[in-house]
């Protein structure tokens, strides 16, 4: 037999069985952990939440009593600021990475600017809150609206979303990029055609962590002065009349879920508490629909490159 | 073209009717032929005849992608082990079998730590045995003249060629059963192929070799056996003076006087 004849090898091989035994029983036991953690968290909002979602509370305003209270104004607050971001962040943070990567020469200057974008990420999100306070808010007069509390958003996940573009176009292989520059194709060719598709599903991924970390922020949102009582939604963007379309809604009041949540959080009755963890799991929720959907598109946009 | 040494044969592994699936697709449909000890077999046929496959089954590279299935036999003489038995861990068999690949694809850290990576991994830690062990394969491999002088130095600072023959030297320190050699120089300029060509024959007096290419006068050069595989199965085995000049299969006659393929 084998193991007889070569007694060297064999003791390798059980060695690196018992090595890999370790880390396989290690890597577990650190997921598995991780995974507790996370699922207590969710099963303690479930618990003390789950029962309080419900018609009632998706199509309520807030109220001074917990039962009759709900997130109408919250949740379609969250998304228009969530559409207002996405729709300056994306196409801003995509359009600098790459113009980093792939047009930008590479000298003293553009390393500064990546450094200092990087540097960015990690700025805390409150500081970009009083940003906007001191410049949109004061500074432009543009008052505590939704476009303002979209625009500081945008600017807290722009680094996020530079950075994975940069990571993406980068990881195109060359010999991709050689031969649309082989048979022709000028740089906006090569970026449009080539790169960009093959670069698409890292952007993509970018861009969601980006609108995930956004979803929950409070902080910037508290500084620019968003309120947290609000009864009324802002006007719609569709209209029965020509142009059909209005972008009123942009200059209105509003509140988001995570402020919805730190308002009730800090009241005494329980009864608000009880919403909070409701509003919790919504949060949640929307968070993982938006990943879900960022992995739907990936894996289609994977299976649309290979063909 | 090389003659095969004097004497008998002598048995260094023996393929058996070996099958092979990617998934649902066969790519091997039962390969018979013997590895000849100390004698450089080829292994030649046209793009997607399993040539590779058959080759990546010596060693388990295959076992690295999930859905895939041997049945059969590949073994190794005299020792008697299966190396495509599922009880044999793939470990043990890349520890016996050396595999050289067909881009040069050193690690990125010194020319000394890759030749040695094979001697690590098998816990040799003396500094003097290392540094023998790394000399003697850098000189099989016909590399320690130009490189005796910047061991520490990266190996991504060598050329394709030395590359290639340094990742031959890394396969080589550990002294395998088999060396394979999969299309070692089709990433390589003429003068870098002759070098590694003329390396093989020096090779051979010391360790069994196989070697996958697509160049029909590279087998004949440096080949005592060829085999043709067309379409997942063996054509021909044989001596390859016989299989160039005198071939018993139609298809192989076609394919080495290049009217398909």
Not at chain 1, 167 to 192: I, M
Not at chain 1, 278 to 299: E, P, Q
Not at chain 2, 70 to 89: K, T
């Amino acid at each position: 037999m084998a193991d007889a004849l070569h007694t060297s090898e064999a003791r390798i091989v059980a060695a690196s069985r018992v090595q890999d035994m370790v880390f396989a029983v290690l890597g577990i036991t650190v997921l598995l952990m991780a995974m507790a953690v996370l699922a207590t968290l969710v099963a303690d909002l479930m618990s003390d939440g789950l029962a309080r979602i419900d018609q009632q509370f998706l199509t309520s305003f807030p109220s001074r009593r917990p039962e009759s209270a709900g997130i109408l104004s919250a949740w379609v607050g969250t998304t228009l600021i969530m559409l207002v971001t996405a729709f300056l962040a994306i196409p801003l943070g995509v359009g600098a990475g790459i113009y980093l990567e792939e047009y930008a020469p590479k000298h003293w200057m553009t390393d500064v600017i990546e450094i200092n974008v990087s540097n960015l990420a990690g700025v805390p999100s409150i500081i970009y809150g009083l940003l906007a306070l001191g410049f949109f808010v004061y500074g432009l007069g543009m008052g505590q609206t939704i476009l303002v509390g979209g625009m500081v958003l945008a600017l807290l996940i722009l680094p996020i979303v530079i950075v994975a573009t940069r990571e993406a176009v980068r990881s195109v292989p060359s010999g991709l990029r050689e031969s649309a520059y082989g048979v022709g194709c000028n740089r906006w060719q090569v970026v449009w055609r080539y790169v960009l598709p093959a670069a698409r599903p890292g952007i993509l991924t970018g861009a969601i962590v980006g609108l995930s970390r956004a979803i929950g922020e409070t902080a910037p949102i508290i500084t620019i002065g968003a309120l947290t009582f609000i009864a009324f939604l802002p006007p719609s963007p569709i209209q029965a009349t020509a142009p059909f379309v209005n972008f009123d809604w942009l200059n209105s009041p509003f509140t988001v879920m995570p402020i919805q949540m730190f308002n009730w959080i800090s009241r005494p009755q329980a009864g608000f508490h009880v919403n909070a963890a409701a509003t919790g799991l919504l949060l949640l929720l929307m968070t993982l629909v938006m990943n879900g959907f960022a992995i739907f598109l990936r894996y289609h946009l994977r299976r649309s490159l290979r063909s | 073209m090389l003659t095969a040494p004097e004497g008998p044969h002598v048995l260094r592994a023996e393929v058996k009717s070996l099958k092979f699936w990617y998934g649902k697709f066969q790519a091997l449909h039962g390969v018979n032929m013997p590895i000849w000890d100390r004698q450089v077999t080829a292994i030649i046929g046209p793009s997607g005849c399993g040539k590779s496959t058959l080759l990546r089954c010596f060693n388990r590279i295959h076992d690295l992608y999930p859905g895939i299935r041997y049945e059969g036999e590949v073994n190794l003489a005299p020792e008697g082990v299966n190396l495509v038995d599922r009880q044999i861990d793939p470990i043990m068999v890349r520890l016996l079998v050396g595999m050289v690949f067909q881009k040069p694809n050193p690690f990125p850290k010194s020319i000394f730590e890759n030749v040695a990576a094979g001697l690590y991994v098998r816990g040799i830690k003396n500094r003097s045995e290392l540094e023998g062990r790394v000399e003697t394969a850098l000189r099989q491999a016909a590399l320690w003249d130009e490189v005796k002088d910047r061991l520490p130095k990266p190996a991504y600072e060598l050329s394709g060629g030395q590359q290639q023959r340094l990742c031959i030297a890394r396969a080589l320190a550990p002294q395998p059963k088999l060396l394979l050699l999969d299309e070692p120089t089709s990433a390589l300029d003429p003068i870098a192929t002759a070098r590694i060509e003329e390396l093989i024959d020096e090779l051979v007096k010391d360790v069994t070799i196989v070697i996958v290419t697509h160049n029909m006068a590279q087998a004949a050069r440096i080949s005592h056996q060829t085999a043709f595989m067309h379409l997942g199965s063996l054509v021909e085995f044989g001596d390859t003076g016989t299989i160039f000049t005198n071939p018993q299969a139609a298809q192989t006659q076609d394919y080495v006087t290049g009217r398909f393929g």
